[in-house]
């Protein structure tokens, strides 16, 4: 992973006592969805809405505000919002900036917010010299100012990412050596997510750590979705519960991508803060291995050695029959130049994927 998730807030100058700023953390990773897309759900419960003036999130990457989505209006459906919460809830009355979810008992259960981007959101670029070290979303004081109501509030956001940007920001990838000489090879996954981790700070941000209030953080929960033919070898920790990702039930919480596979598998990961107590930090890492086809790269490298075979047994004979006869022939020449053009394609080849490797964050 490149850095730490960070998250943090400005409390109201006026601190009410016994009423610091709280917040639960949810975080779903989608890495596997169809035609190349990728995406990370971020889900902020704040259970002291009125002593935050602005509360700020991190990610190290650059990331421009089209790509990201507000999921409020997704979330107003009895099926998704019951599947988000693992309970059974209902959607209640709403107002210009929010809507209430009930439970079901009838009582207010949250209150999901509606975030206006040009009112509610802004986003800033940290840099790093001429690049970018990450990027800073802040829910700004004129939402905030407005989350009056006793309760928990709920704000949930969408970064959209191609499959191999993901891979860059959370994940580390490696193919077997020996990938050239065998038609199936296995390719091992390493995720690793972190949220304010400190000591995984990109160092732009890390200068800011003596201005950062770091709110009271109750939980944190991380859910990954991955194919079911991609195996968990180990992780950091035991994951809470997995299942199977019920297509019903998430059909229209992930419809913008399609048809999203049905053999798909939920890992959940979460910490839980003691009473009276705070999660400072989170980290949770994986280690998953799939098998990928390698038909292709497998024959044109079996082909090419079969040609260098060839050409190695026309050399050696060109070169017999012209010690026997006591002169030169084009025949020699032309095997000699057989054996070093196939050579040369070969180590080129190998060559190719040494650089994909190293491209790709492999070792």
């Known amino acids: 992973m490149r850095g730490s998730l960070a998250i943090w807030c400005d409390p109201i100058e006026t601190e009410i006592d016994g009423h610091a700023p709280k917040i639960e953390l949810h975080f779903n990773m989608w890495q596997d969805l169809p035609q190349d897309n990728?995406?990370?759900?971020?889900?902020?419960?704040?259970?002291?809405?009125?002593?935050?003036?602005?509360?700020?999130?991190?990610?190290p990457a650059e990331i421009s505000l089209d790509r990201v989505t507000d999921l409020s209006t997704v979330l107003k459906n009895?099926?998704?919002i019951s599947a988000i919460f693992n309970n059974v809830l209902k959607i209640g009355s709403?107002?210009?900036?929010?809507?209430?979810?009930?439970?079901?008992?009838?009582?207010?259960y949250l209150r999901v917010v509606y975030i206006d981007f040009e009112k509610h959101l802004s986003i800033f670029h940290l840099k790093d010299g001429d690049n970018t070290d990450g990027t800073v979303l802040t829910f700004n004081d004129s939402l905030f100012q407005n989350l009056d109501e006793v309760g928990d509030y709920y704000i949930r956001l969408r970064l959209k990412f191609g499959r191999k940007e993901l891979?860059?920001?959370?994940?580390?990838?490696?193919?077997?050596?020996?990938?050239?000489?065998?038609?199936?090879?296995?390719?091992?996954?390493?995720?690793?997510?972190?949220?304010?981790?400190?000591?995984n700070f990109s160092n732009t941000l890390r200068s800011?750590?003596?201005?950062?209030?770091?709110?009271?953080?109750?939980?944190?929960?991380?859910?990954?979705?991955?194919?079911?033919?991609?195996?968990?070898?180990?992780?950091?920790a035991d994951f809470r519960k997995m299942r199977k990702l019920e297509p019903n039930i998430w059909?229209?919480?992930?419809?913008?991508?399609?048809?999203?596979?049905?053999e798909m598998v939920i890992y959940h990961w979460r910490e839980i803060a003691q009473p009276g107590a705070s999660v400072d930090d989170f980290m949770a890492l994986a280690i998953f291995r799939k098998f990928i086809p390698n038909f292709g790269l497998y024959a044109l490298a079996l082909a090419l050695f079969g040609g260098l075979g060839s050409a190695v047994q026309g050399t050696l004979a060109a070169l017999l029959k012209q010690i026997t006869e006591g002169k030169q022939t084009t025949e020699l020449t032309i095997q000699l130049s057989a054996l070093v053009m196939l050579g040369l394609a070969l180590l080129g080849l190998y060559d190719r994927i040494r650089k994909n490797r190293s491209e790709n964050g492999d070792v």
Do not use: C, W
């Open 251 to 262: 059909d229209h919480y992930l419809e913008q991508f399609g048809k999203v596979p049905s």
């Open 167 to 199: 891979y860059k920001l959370f994940a580390s990838k490696f193919d077997a050596e020996e990938k050239l000489f065998i038609s199936v090879f296995s390719r091992t996954d390493i995720i690793e997510f972190r949220v304010n981790e400190k000591r």
């Open 94 to 108: 709403e107002n210009s900036l929010t809507y209430q979810v009930k439970n079901s008992n009838d009582k207010v």
């Open 38 to 59: 990728a995406a990370l759900d971020v889900g902020f419960r704040i259970k002291e809405a009125r002593t935050i003036r602005q509360l700020h999130f991190y990610i």
């Open 78 to 80: 009895k099926n998704t």
């Open 208 to 236: 800011n750590i003596p201005n950062m209030f770091f709110p009271d953080i109750s939980a944190i929960h991380f859910l990954l979705a991955r194919r079911v033919d991609v195996e968990l070898i180990k992780s950091h």
